[in-house]
């Protein structure tokens, strides 16, 4: 059948706006639509696919049926335009702006301090908003599972979270008359006795809070409800350049163009189809969505059980299952109540308002995780087709493979049939994933048994597994045997051992991690015997004894809402009103960022001509090119031109980087490398034509991933690095043990939300250009520029306004990615634009090296270290990048907080065919600190001494000399221990985890405490300096400008009081518009915690210059007022406009010697954790924080908590879950949030305490304050350390002592494979060289 060339009117309101679009696209996305055809560029591209929430919006819909209205979140990359006819959609532009009035909701996130580079805070902003436009009064429950679809890289979530439970009913007595817990701040929690005098602890004021006032929302378009009552309810069609829409109402309609477009899919959520055509390629003419059939969208309940509509959304059966679970008998809803349970985690809430249950079974996904449990509950399907309706039961059989069912293609699933249970039957589902929140399981199971009444004897059973094949599967031989035994010990381990040989994963199988998935398949077994086992004894039934000790095995980690108290210290009592230095003033844009106004790169309005670039990259890790093909691709519409070495015009070797081409030129050294880019008139075509271009290559050897091959092939970049203090062989031999080992430190994406990003704008003579990108270092972005160009910096110049996260991983390579923009700028004579994807931007742009750390050691009886050796191997990549310095800071800071009398520590940087790492924040210090670390705990363990005591016998107790000589007092580092023990109640919380151990065999609790001594700042002098550029206008404003880059740590806002101080002006007369090469010149990166310092001394002396030359106006006439004093300064032509510069400390560092002074000082720090793990599955909770950091006198102390939180949040993302997984050929897999998981909301500690030491004071750095923005992302390794203590208790319970391997990152896989007991003895091993793994540890 041809296809009906009508075209409708898609209608739909946006913010109350009305929008009739007559040529719908179904390929554009919703986002898409928002950000270039209606300039809301508010809502936020962060990945495309779902998994970061940043595109949040609200979608309302009229229910014509029960006549209401409803209001769900969704992430609009995924809503494809055409899905939206008869809806309205609310983005964060349409809940208040500054223009009009700002919403509650953008408020209290930005007051609490949760917004801090801003960009993901849209997306937040619209997940509560939702959440309070379907209840004004949510409990904490519901605003955390509100946001559990929402990734934030910065804060930490914990402002987040505080700011926003002041809308919930059970945290906040707002509501009530006189003494609300808010009006003392959010630190309600604490006792008069616990606050210390001079001590503050309110980081905003809840009572000044906007209230909520649900009358003022926008309301739903009347229109739209008189369509959806009206209308005629007629087939809709929308057509695109290369896909055609339809949207029947009828089934039978349905079932007819099911029958003409068998191969069409049935798009409901698009949360499988939407992702398979962006990131597989999947293409697909025609799309039928069925979600205005009714018969799809109803749910039923009869005597047998509940009927759900297949088109029904998850989060709609979920409330629907909630209500049921009420009224029905409880015997009758066990499988209602297992599928309750495994909705409530899978996904995120947008996800679940989006995907549908039918479109969960169809997609046969093999981690599905309701697939296991609907086959195990036995339901039925019941499907239909022109041809008639058939019942098809939900078993091994109807799976076929990956994304196949035994469906026909003509045919459609209407609904499921749940069955009530039974009295002596049990249902269970598990699940285990990388992360609670929002994380496709590692593996899931649906488990069924049914007994003879009143025994143990099993008459039927039903086991399915997700994760451990291409698809569901289901152990039925084991089932089958299983029948007639009773559930006994015996049972238990025939059961293990069948379920073992029936669902066998190959050891290659794609996704890896196959002994942790064989060893989960036979735990959850486990769990359920133990479960069943329960209830069994509960229903009188004789049972084999569970040993009291085994009964938390079934329970769910405790949950808890999060306590948090932020302790500092109070401004000084003399400091004038007007002076608001050390206020804990929000962020000076976090308003403009939770309204969406605050502009990021993507978010400049496209100029007239703009192109649009994509890069082009290697597929082969070592290879020589044989040719480009590019003939296709510019045969391609749209197409303009593809860019390549040949095209530029100056230099192909980037500055300082002499390994560094800007385009691979004769030859790739990893997958990923830059071959060229294609420019097109739009991004999709770019795209398409990406694909099109055809490289032929010749591979090379050798192949080098591992820093394992890279010591074998001795590859490595420049000559080691060495520090050593005393004579650590001769002290080897006066030891009383010497013992050697290695650890591997896992790398880090950067995963700031923002992916990078440059617009290069030609101006059409002599070469100039405007270079807006996001970079953290624009005057290396703008050197690469000229020298790629071969012109002049002065014809360059670079713009940065603000950048949605850098954390390292924007200093280097946005020059490369702008160098490439400016050639087909150039090329083309047109501004170029370029963004990268989320999975460009991983597989492009590297992370943190991985380190591999080899020691040996020499201990005393007592617990004293005397002689360490230590060689770090960093994995830089294929090219040399920042990776000698970051070596370097890792050897340099080595000892972290010890004075093992004879240390040595050297480094060797690894070149190998993996895209080249760059700098993340701590620079080598977090890989390297917990190598020293875990040979510290290494001491602990093999001595049988606390790991705290070998810590603080072994720590510095006096002056002493550094690794390089330099002097250092560790005073403040004492005084941070002391105070984290005391604060934490280490001792009393360290004997309540050894009683919870004692009573509990397969859920352990750790505790850890770690010190932190940390030199910051750049050990070459010239990185030490700043400069700033301020104009007074006549007017009485200022317009401050630096060399800081604002990416979220607050620079400006700092920047801004120091300027209020020392002009003694309001905030409200100051502004900084953006960093730029044009008004400050010659500029260093913004990094290592050292920016405000420098940036600020600069600004500082500006102002000073300024202020002298006003002085003598000002005490002529001191009543005046400040505009009189600058009016009266422009009529005598005074100079209004001054630079200041800041020359810095004389660092150095003489490699040579072993000796300088590469830092300026010291900050110091403790932090202790709490976790409790689950033995059986490996995962784990993080229980309680309390971290003590020596931040000087904070210039601001929000923006330094804030650094601090998201600092640790950050390093235990690092320590125990973010996973970079490469193949044996150096293939990244981890290319978006679906593989790579970032901390989410659920791994804040459930109590997190931060506390600034009181009378820490820093005369070495502006108004006595430190940076801190890197350091505390080491103390995310407590929680690394307390896992391995709680891994230590599992182990003793399983006779085994003493030290064990465990390497970064802690993930669930490596947690439960180190808790060895009976069912990691019992699961197939094979030979590690007997076959090729699917990745490698690199
Ligand atoms: C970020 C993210 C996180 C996720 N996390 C999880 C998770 O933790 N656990 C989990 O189990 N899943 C997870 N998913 C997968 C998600 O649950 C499924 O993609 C979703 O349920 C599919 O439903 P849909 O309506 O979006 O399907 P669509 O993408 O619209 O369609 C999927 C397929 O189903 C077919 N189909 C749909 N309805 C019918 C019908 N009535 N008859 C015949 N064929 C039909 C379509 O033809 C298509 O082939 C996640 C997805 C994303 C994007
Ligand atoms: S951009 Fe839509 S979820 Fe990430
Ligand atoms: S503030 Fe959340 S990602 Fe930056």
Redesign the pocket.
């Known amino acids: 059948m041809s296809l009906d060339n009508r075209a409708d009117e898609l209608i739909f309101f946006v913010n109350g706006r009305k929008v009739i679009e007559k040529n719908a696209d179904p390929e554009q996305t919703l986002l898409f639509y928002l950000r270039k055809k209606l300039y809301l560029t508010g809502t936020k591209y962060g990945c495309g ?3 970061c929430g940043a595109c949040t919006v609200m979608i309302s819909r009229y229910d014509h049926l029960t006549q209401k209205i409803q209001h769900f979140s969704a ?1 609009s990359c ?1 809503v494809p335009v055409c899905m939206l006819h008869g809806m309205a959609v609310t983005t964060v532009e349409g809940v208040g702006s500054t223009k009009s009035q700002i919403h509650p909701v953008q408020e209290r996130i930005a007051k609490a301090h949760g917004s801090q580079c801003g960009f993901c805070t849209p997306g937040m902003v619209m997940s509560m908003y939702t959440l309070l436009r379907n209840n004004p009064e949510p409990s904490t429950e519901e605003l955390l599972e509100a946001l559990s ?1 929402n990734l934030c890289r910065c804060t930490g979530y914990r402002p987040i979270i505080a700011g926003y439970k002041t809308f919930c009913k059970d945290s906040c007595c707002l509501k009530k008359d006189g003494d609300c817990c808010m009006n003392k701040g959010n630190n309600s929690s604490l006792s008069s006795d616990q606050i210390i005098e001079g001590t503050c602890t309110e980081l905003f004021k809840a009572n000044e809070f906007m209230p909520l006032d649900s009358t003022q929302e926008l309301i739903f378009p009347p229109e739209l409800i008189l369509m959806a009552q009206q209308q005629e309810k007629r087939k809709m069609f929308f057509s695109g350049e290369r896909i055609t829409w339809i949207s029947p109402v009828h089934l039978k309609e349905l079932l007819e163009l ?1 029958a003409n477009y068998p191969k ?13 055509m962006k990131f597989k390629g999947v293409f697909h003419p025609v799309i ?1 969505s ?1 979600t205005r059939v009714q018969a ?1 969208n109803s749910i039923s309940q009869t005597e047998k059980g509940m009927s759900f509509g ?2 029904c ?2 989060s709609f059966v979920k409330d629907i299952l909630q209500e049921a679970l009420l009224k029905i008998p409880r015997q009758e809803a066990k499988a209602f109540q297992v599928l309750f349970q ?1 909705l409530k ?4 809430k ?3 308002n ?10 046969a ?1 093999p ?5 296991p449990i609907l086959a195990a509950s036995k339901c039925n399907l019941n ?1 239909s087709s022109k041809d008639g309706t058939r019942q098809i039961p939900l078993n091994e059989d109807f799976f076929l493979g990956y ?1 196949k069912t035994s ?1 026909k293609p003509n ?4 609904s499921i049939d749940v069955p009530n249970s039974e009295k002596w039957e049990f249902i269970s589902a598990f ?1 285990q ?1 990388p992360r609670q929140d ?4 590692v593996v ?1 199971a649906g488990m069924r048994v049914v007994f003879k009444e009143e025994s143990n004897i099993i008459s039927q059973c039903n086991i399915f597994y ?1 994760g451990t094949g291409p698809t569901t599967v289901g152990a039925r031989k084991t089932c089958q045997q299983l029948i007639g035994r009773t559930w006994d010990e015996d049972m238990l381990s025939t059961a293990c051992r069948l379920i073992l040989d029936e669902i066998s994963l190959p050891a290659t199988a794609p996704g890896g991690m196959v002994e942790f998935r064989r060893t989960l398949i036979i735990s959850f077994f486990f769990k359920f015997y133990l479960q069943v086992l329960q209830e069994l004894k509960q229903m009188g039934v004789p049972d084999d004894k569970i040993p009291q000790n085994y009964l938390s095995a079934t329970e769910d980690f405790p949950q808890g809402s999060i306590e948090s108290k932020q302790i500092f210290q109070d401004i000084s009592w003399n400091q004038s009103a007007q002076d608001l230095l050390g206020h804990p003033l929000m962020h000076q844009s976090a308003i403009k960022q939770a309204t969406g106004e605050a502009m990021y790169c993507d978010d400049i309005r496209s100029m007239d001509g703009e192109l649009h670039l994509v890069m082009v990259t290697s597929t082969r890790p070592h290879a020589s090119i044989v040719s480009i093909d590019k003939m296709e691709a510019l045969k391609m519409p749209g197409v303009v031109t593809i860019v390549t070495a040949d095209d530029v015009p100056g230099s192909n070797v980037m500055p300082y980087l002499q390994d560094e081409t800007v385009f691979a030129e004769n030859k790739v050294t990893c997958v990923g490398e830059i071959i060229c880019a294609v420019v097109a008139e739009t991004v999709t075509q770019a795209k398409r034509a990406a694909r099109a271009v055809k490289i032929t290559y010749h591979d090379l050897k050798p192949v080098i991933i591992t820093p394992e091959d890279a010591i074998e092939k001795q590859s490595f970049y420049s000559a080691r690095r060495k520090l050593e203090r005393g004579n650590v062989d001769e002290a080897f031999k006066t030891a009383d043990h010497v013992f050697e080992g290695h650890m591997h430190v896992g790398g880090q994406e950067h995963f700031y939300l923002e992916t990078q990003s440059v617009i290069v704008i030609p101006k059409g003579e002599d070469k100039e250009m405007d270079v807006y990108v996001t970079s953290q270092h624009p005057r290396f972005a703008q050197e690469s520029v000229a020298l790629v160009m071969g012109t002049h910096c002065n014809k360059i110049m670079c713009h940065v306004k603000r950048v949605g996260g850098a954390f390292g991983g924007k200093i280097i390579k946005p020059g490369k990615l702008a160098s490439i923009t400016a050639v087909a700028a150039y090329k083309t004579g047109r501004p170029v634009r370029c963004v990268l994807e989320r999975g460009d931007d991983m597989l492009i742009t590297g992370g943190r090296q991985p380190f591999l750390g080899k020691y040996k050691v020499g201990f005393m009886n007592d617990g004293r270290i005397i002689s360490a050796d230590v060689i770090y191997y960093s994995n830089a990549g294929n090219t040399l990048d920042e990776s000698d310095l970051v070596i370097e800071k890792a050897i340099l800071q080595a000892d972290n907080a010890y004075s093992i009398p004879n240390f040595r520590c050297a480094g060797f940087v690894c070149k190998t065919n993996l895209p080249s790492n760059t700098a993340f924040r701590g620079f080598g210090v977090p890989e390297g600190l917990l190598i020293t670390e875990y040979l510290v705990n290494e001491v602990a363990m093999r001595s049988g001494i606390p790991p705290e005591k070998i810590r603080e016998m072994n720590m510095y107790k006096e002056k002493h000399i550094k690794l390089f000589k330099q002097e250092y007092n560790p005073n403040l580092l004492l005084r941070s221990w002391e105070e984290c023990l005391e604060k934490s109640s280490f001792y009393q919380q360290k004997a309540a985890i050894a009683e919870f151990n004692n009573q509990n065999r397969w859920r352990k609790r750790g505790i850890a405490i770690i010190p932190l001594s940390y030199g910051v700042g750049f050990p070459y002098g010239f990185l030490n300096q700043a400069a700033a550029l301020i104009h007074i206008y006549k007017d009485g404003s200022v317009l401050v400008t630096h060399g800081g880059i604002e990416m979220g740590q607050g620079i400006h806002t700092k920047m801004m009081q120091i300027v209020s101080r020392e002009l003694k002006i309001p905030l409200s007369y100051i502004h900084i518009s953006d960093t730029s090469t044009k008004t400050v010149p010659n500029t260093i990166e913004s990094a290592a915690s050292f920016a405000t310092d420098v940036n600020g001394m600069a600004v500082k002396a500006a102002c000073r210059t300024l202020k002298e030359r006003l002085d003598p106006i000002i005490s002529e006439n001191p009543k005046k007022s400040w505009e009189e004093w600058v009016d009266e300064a422009f009529m005598k032509r005074i100079s209004l406009s001054a630079t200041g510069y800041f020359r810095g400390w004389n660092t150095y560092m003489d490699w040579e010697k072993s000796e300088g002074f590469p830092y300026t000082y010291y900050m110091h720090g403790a932090c202790c954790s709490v976790v409790e793990i689950d033995c059986l599955t490996g995962g784990h909770r993080n229980l309680r924080t309390d971290i003590i950091i020596d931040a000087g006198i904070p210039l601001n102390p929000a923006v330094d908590i804030g650094q601090i939180e998201g600092a640790f949040t950050q390093g235990v993302g690092l320590y125990t879950m973010e996973e970079l997984k490469y193949s044996p050929e150096g293939v990244l897999f981890t290319r978006g ?2 593989q790579y998981k970032i901390p989410a909301p659920s791994d804040v500690p459930q109590k997190f305490n931060v506390y600034l030491l009181s009378g820490s004071k820093n005369p070495k750095a502006l108004y006595s304050s430190k940076g801190l923005g890197e350091p505390v992302l080491f103390l995310g390794c407590s929680v690394f350390y307390a896992i391995m203590d709680a891994i230590a208790a599992a182990r003793k319970d399983s006779g085994i002592t003493g030290h064990f391997t465990l390497y970064s990152p802690a993930t669930c896989e490596r947690i439960r494979m180190a808790c060895v007991d009976q069912f990691t003895q019992q699961i197939p091993r094979d030979k590690p060289d007997s076959y090729v793994p699917w990745s490698v540890l690199v």
């Open positions: 696919g779902g998994g992430v995924l679809g099911k069409a899919p049935l798009v409901t959520g698009n949360t499988n189809v939407g992702p398979d039928i069925p799809l297949s088109a959304t998850l495994q985690s899978l996904g995120g947008q996800i679940r989006m995907a549908s249950l039918g479109g969960n079974i169809i997609s996904s981690t599905s995780d309701l697939n499907v994304g469906m045919e459609v699933l209407v699940r994933a929002n994380a496709f399981a899931n997700g949030p679906a």
